[in-house]
C-alpha cells in the first residue's frame, strides 16, 4: 500500500518539507549558472578546474534538472544529481575562482 500525500485535507509535513526544498534549490542553480556566465574564462583554467563552457554546461544542465524533476516523481535521481552538480560550484569553485580574480589579501 502506498502512503497518502494528504491526510483528509491537510498535507503530510515531509511532502510540505519537500516541496520547500525543490522550490529553494531552483534559486540556487540559476545564481550558479549566472556565476559561471559572468565570471572570466582564464579562472577557471587558473584555479585547476574545467573550463568555464563546461562549467556553464554543468551548471545549464543542473538547473534545468531541478526545474523538470522532483524528489518525489521518478526523475528524483535527476534532481539530486542536479543538486549535486550546482552545490560542487557553489561550494568548490566559486570561491577558488572569485578569490583567484579578486587577487591577493593583504
Avoid: N
Avoid at 554546461?57 to 534545468?64: D, H, L, R, S, V
Amino acid at each position: 500500500m502506498v502512503a497518502p500525500r494528504t491526510l483528509g485535507c491537510v498535507p503530510r509535513l515531509d511532502m510540505l518539507i519537500l516541496l520547500v526544498i525543490h522550490w529553494a534549490a531552483i534559486p540556487v542553480g540559476l545564481y550558479a549558472f549566472v556565476h559561471a556566465l559572468m565570471q572570466r574564462a582564464d579562472a577557471f583554467t587558473a584555479v585547476d578546474k574545467l573550463s568555464k563552457p563546461a562549467w556553464l554546461g554543468i551548471t545549464a544542465g543542473g538547473t534545468a534538472a531541478l526545474v523538470l524533476f522532483s524528489l518525489a516523481s521518478a526523475g528524483a535521481m535527476f534532481w539530486i544529481a542536479g543538486l549535486v552538480a550546482v552545490l560542487v560550484y557553489i561550494v568548490d569553485v566559486r570561491p577558488r575562482v572569485t578569490e583567484v580574480q579578486r587577487g591577493p589579501r593583504w
